[in-house]
């Protein structure tokens, strides 16, 4: 009755294509110059999803449970790469990235499974470990770069701490807190907010899908809970170990800021 | 006394070449040295290896008669402080920021015991300055090491930080300090080191 999602087909994609000229007509008429960016972007989400969807439907097949952990890792991997280019500026960026994108997904995927509020299924797994890894891996990014750079461009008051015989955890302390804030507040100011501003990808998904509205929340709330968690251990071990990598083990900055 | 710091055949690496090569010399324990020599000829670099926050990348650099690297780090910092030229105030008040013994601490560098309760960051930077020589006497140390101590200071605030250092330096504290000022390290050091630009 109100199912959307099995009325969908090809038919329904090629005409929501009018939506796509739409942008690319403003975008020519005010001289945007991103046409053909538009163009990619929509080649691009159609054949990424459509295989997306193909490997889903088979990975969620009957006896192919045991592939989810190699998927799981996958997307760890790719998380990991993406994270520590964007923190390239600190020394050992991809162990930390690993680290922390690892330790999120797999502690909260696992208070998850392990305590049966989902179930472990294919189906379940994936789609929140990739809920999960995104967020962990744009807080690795945040933090990482927001340490680094606070502590270049503070560096006068840091070495200062530093002569005092602080050791580098305390006088790195003050821009340890700040990245941690970085990266957990906008997580944080989303679960405040959540269904007074937008409603959710994963409530919406299950709306269209035809769920009741009841089911679609408590799905909702979980998943929020499992990213406010994820993204404060993420955080929590982004901080800590970049704070390790920008200092050497006697407590002085690293080369390459203290010359900065 | 003896030497508190010696300098053997230093060198140190920076970006495009060294930074400082082949440098070596005394410090004795007691009065105040002045380290003098061009701007780049690496004086600051100089004064940071004496409590690590720079290593050198050859020779070595001792402290009564010891590597400095044999001492653990943090001991070291706190018996050799180091005060940069520029008063870097910590968040909190005056007294936040000197910490234990603060009364005696601020009397000693001329400060009035009222500032105790200001916040240290609206201080002028030549009492900013007093008032990180306090926080560095607070932690007992036996040397203080100055980069240019009174380089961002008006005249006025000038003078009255050269008596302190100085009168710091009778009561039997080693003090090193780096200075551009012919006419400061002459008037106010017992002795002088010069310090050449590093031919690369």
Redesign the interface.
Known sequence: MNDLSGRIGFGEVALSLLLVAVAAAVSWRRKAGLEQDILVATFRSFAQLLAIGFVLEWLFGPGRGWLTPIVLAVMVATATLTSSVRGKRVPGARGVAAASVSVAAASTLGVLLALGIVPVEPRAAIPLGSMILSNAMNTASLVMARLRDDLASNR??V???????Q?AAEAGA?WHRTALRTGMLPIVDNTKVVGLVALPGAMTGMLLAGASPASAIRLQLIVMYMLLAGNALAALVAGQLTLRRLFTR????IRSL??A | MGDRFEYRNVRVDGDDGPIVDGFSARIPADGLTAIVGPSGSGKTTLLRLLNRLDDPDGGSVLLDGRDVRDYDVLDLRKRVQLVGQVPVPFAGTVADNVGEGWEELLERVGLPVAVATRPADVLSIGEAQRMCLARALARRPEALVLDEPTSALDTSSKAGVERLVRSLADDGLTVVMVTHDPRQATELADRVVEVRRATS
């Open positions: 006068r008051e070495e200062a701490r530093l002569s005092l015989g050791t003050p006697d407590h002085q900055l203290r010359r």
